[in-house]
């Protein structure tokens, strides 16, 4: 992933360089993978909270007075998943270590004990110490959203409320928070197909190599993100599941637009020094800039119409198989 300066206390890999440093602590690069995962989902669910991002419903934009318990219960569920995620990026005694200090903070300590040790969390001098944070408060927000989907109707504004305690939950952790990245950037993939990985090396020009990079990478992360996407599930709820990560692709695709129309120029093409072909490049880019809008409204427009309010398990899986398939398409 690349790394811009509100990175530079991120957790890195222990393939990428050596022991802690001023740059970072090390991050064990066996877990790197599920790093990757777990911070994808943070900023899914995220975007899932802002209903823009939502498949389109035929009565309209959603109204205070709607029933959001799908919604909740499905928050609920991502929350719990996120937990089982970040447990995954820890190995046995620090996961051991996490399920001790959380019995003692909340069935052992008395106040002055439980005091000291959130002063000690609130620090997050480790990654450790901010993931404990993170998981702790995700684990509360399961429980919250469990009491609410128990309710008989939820609300738009306890919808939106809960949000906003998941989004505090993020801005105030110091390594685990995708929402302080640019979105763009933080969801950057390195390049490991060769014939991707050939084309780059073969550019003409030292600029061009890195615009061609940077486009590829991009679209190579939301491929990724698009094959975490259940498409072929029995079950309603796992289809439903797959939201989140349609939200986040989604919410990607309207900023990708004008960064590939004009920031991405603007970076790498002097206009009155382009060559050929980054001319050429150019203007595939922006007849992908085009195509990305227009497919991008069929998939969640008109394939996903009415997604959460579909009963029928078949017709929700023809739906989001539907979406899958365009997206992937293009994306490839």
Same mark, same amino acid.
């Given at each position: 992933?690349?790394?811009?300066?509100?990175?530079?206390?991120?957790?890195?890999?222990?393939?990428?360089?050596?022991?802690?440093?001023?740059?970072?602590?090390?991050?064990?690069?066996?877990?790197?993978?599920?790093?990757?995962?777990?911070? !994808?989902?943070?900023?899914?669910?995220? +975007?899932?909270?802002?209903?823009?991002?939502?498949?389109?419903?035929?009565?309209?934009?959603?109204?205070?007075?709607?029933?959001?318990?799908?919604?909740?219960?499905? *928050?609920?569920?991502?929350?719990?998943?996120?937990?089982?995620?970040?447990?995954?990026?820890?190995?046995?005694?620090?996961?051991?270590?996490?399920?001790?200090?959380?019995?003692?903070?909340?069935?052992?300590?008395?106040?002055?004990?439980?005091?000291?040790?959130?002063?000690?969390?609130?620090?997050?001098?480790?990654?450790?110490?901010?993931?404990?944070?993170?998981?702790?408060?995700?684990?509360?927000?399961?429980?919250?959203?469990?009491?609410?989907?128990?309710?008989?109707?939820?609300?738009?504004?306890?919808?939106?409320?809960?949000?906003?305690?998941?989004?505090?939950?993020?801005?105030?952790?110091?390594?685990?928070?995708?929402? +302080?990245? +640019?979105?763009?950037?933080?969801?950057?993939?390195?390049?490991? #197909?060769?014939?991707?990985?050939? *084309?780059?090396?073969?550019?003409?020009?030292?600029?061009?190599?890195?615009?061609?990079?940077?486009?590829?990478?991009?679209? !190579?992360? #939301?491929?990724?993100?698009?094959?975490?996407?259940?498409?072929?599930?029995?079950?309603?709820?796992?289809?439903?599941?797959?939201?989140?990560?349609? *939200?986040?692709?989604?919410?990607?695709?309207?900023?990708?637009?004008?960064?590939?129309?004009?920031?991405?120029?603007?970076?790498?093409?002097?206009?009155?020094?382009?060559? +050929?072909?980054?001319?050429?490049?150019?203007?595939?880019?922006?007849?992908?800039?085009?195509?990305?809008?227009?497919?991008?409204?069929?998939?969640?427009?008109?394939?996903?119409?009415?997604?959460?309010? !579909?009963?029928?398990?078949?017709?929700?899986?023809?739906?989001?198989?539907?979406?899958?398939?365009?997206?992937?398409?293009?994306?490839?």
């Amino acid at each position: 992933m690349r790394r811009g300066p509100a990175d530079r206390d991120r957790p890195r890999s222990a393939a990428a360089g050596g022991e802690d440093s001023a740059r970072g602590p090390v991050f064990p690069s066996e877990a790197w993978d599920r790093l990757v995962q777990f911070e !994808t989902h943070l900023k899914a669910i995220e +975007r899932f909270f802002n209903l823009e991002n939502h498949p389109v419903r035929s009565s309209g934009p959603i109204a205070f007075q709607d029933n959001l318990a799908t919604e909740v219960a499905l *928050a609920e569920r991502q929350f719990r998943h996120l937990v089982q995620l970040g447990r995954g990026i820890m190995d046995e005694s620090d996961a051991n270590l996490l399920a001790f200090r959380s019995y003692v903070e909340s069935e052992w300590a008395g106040d002055a004990a439980r005091d000291a040790l959130l002063a000690e969390y609130s620090d997050q001098k480790t990654w450790r110490d901010s993931l404990y944070l993170v998981l702790e408060g995700l684990q509360s927000l399961a429980v919250l959203a469990s009491g609410l989907r128990a309710a008989s109707s939820v609300n738009l504004a306890t919808f939106r409320a809960l949000g906003q305690q998941f989004r505090s939950l993020m801005v105030h952790n110091r390594f685990f928070s995708p929402v +302080r990245a +640019r979105p763009v950037f933080l969801f950057a993939e390195r390049l490991s #197909h060769p014939l991707l990985r050939r *084309a780059v090396v073969e550019c003409p020009s030292d600029r061009l190599r890195r615009a061609m990079a940077l486009v590829l990478s991009i679209l !190579t992360r #939301h491929l990724r993100i698009l094959s975490w996407v259940e498409v072929g599930s029995e079950r309603r709820e796992e289809l439903l599941d797959a939201l989140p990560l349609l *939200a986040l692709l989604r919410s990607d695709f309207v900023i990708l637009r004008p960064f590939l129309e004009r920031a991405f120029p603007k970076r790498f093409f002097s206009q009155d020094q382009a060559t +050929r072909v980054e001319e050429e490049l150019r203007g595939r880019i922006d007849s992908f800039s085009f195509e990305l809008q227009v497919e991008a409204r069929k998939a969640f427009e008109v394939f996903l119409l009415d997604f959460t309010q !579909t009963t029928s398990v078949k017709k929700m899986r023809g739906s989001i198989e539907a979406a899958h398939g365009l997206l992937t398409a293009l994306l490839e």
